[in-house]
């Protein structure tokens, strides 16, 4: 045991292990700003608001609310509120040291919010995402010109005759690749989220298997996203759909905001 801890400790940093640190997630467009933010500019400042005439307990009681530092996106949201969870995996931060690519322990973590624009700004934010959805409709496809026009690389290769039938049975016996047996591929979280809230314009309430063959994405996947995003109706008239939360929903039924 002395041996491994000897080889662990020379190859991991633990003087910050102690350290507390918040875990916060952000929409796309913030990380996107932050990256080409300036490091000698503060990014953010976050504002402590303290209820004394709730209990303690209360998670009304304390709201924490960030306001960014400036942003040359537009219409992008320049305050956000962070919704603090308390029942989290214990996690720890970890960063590579420049020194010999040791491993070096940054904190561990204390709180995780989750980042959301403030009802103030939720109107701002709908542009960004129309736009967003705008762009990602958008297909770039690319012409190649052949330069024998003779269709020469176009004829069947030596041993390729005779390989598919042209026989009627054996046609009907082909049976076509179902849609459920193809491998989805996963579009980017941010891209997704755009499409998402414009499927949600077209009609309020969707079914997953609507979703899954409109989106093309894998059923899990979308699950996730729709968590976040929508609310499941387990009765009623909108029963086994899923529709957009009461915080979103500004977002999409006021298309002429813009």
Not at 64 to 84: D, R
């Amino acid at each position: 045991m002395e041996e491994e801890n000897g080889s662990s400790s020379s190859n991991l940093e633990t003087l910050k292990a102690e350290r507390s640190v918040w875990l916060m997630k952000c929409p796309l467009v913030v990380a996107k700003s932050w990256q080409n933010h300036p490091p000698s500019q503060p990014l953010a400042k976050v504002v402590l608001s303290l209820d004394p005439l709730h209990p303690e307990d209360d998670p009304s009681a304390i709201q924490f609310t960030m306001e960014m530092a400036g942003s040359e996106a537009v219409n992008m949201p320049k305050t956000y509120s962070l919704n603090m969870f308390k029942d989290f995996v214990p996690m720890c931060v970890l960063s590579e040291t420049s020194q010999g690519g040791k491993v070096g322990m940054e904190g561990k973590v204390e709180h995780k919010f989750d980042m959301k624009p403030h009802g103030e700004n939720i109107e701002e934010y709908g542009k960004l995402c129309r736009e967003r959805t705008n762009k990602s409709m958008i297909k770039n496809r690319q012409i190649q010109v052949i330069d024998n026009d003779r269709g020469v690389l176009m004829r069947p290769m030596p041993g390729m005759i005779g390989l598919v039938s042209s026989n009627s049975k054996d046609k009907k016996k082909t049976q076509p690749v179902k849609q459920s047996d193809t491998k989805r591929t996963r579009r980017d979280r941010g891209e997704l989220e755009d499409i998402m809230f414009k499927l949600f314009e077209r009609q309020p309430n969707w079914a997953l298997k609507q979703l899954v063959q409109e989106t093309d994405q894998p059923a899990q996947f979308l699950k996730e996203i729709l968590n976040e995003l929508c609310v499941y109706n387990k009765r009623g008239a909108n029963q086994g759909t899923y529709e957009l939360k009461p915080e979103y929903k500004k977002t999409v039924e006021d298309p002429g905001a813009e």
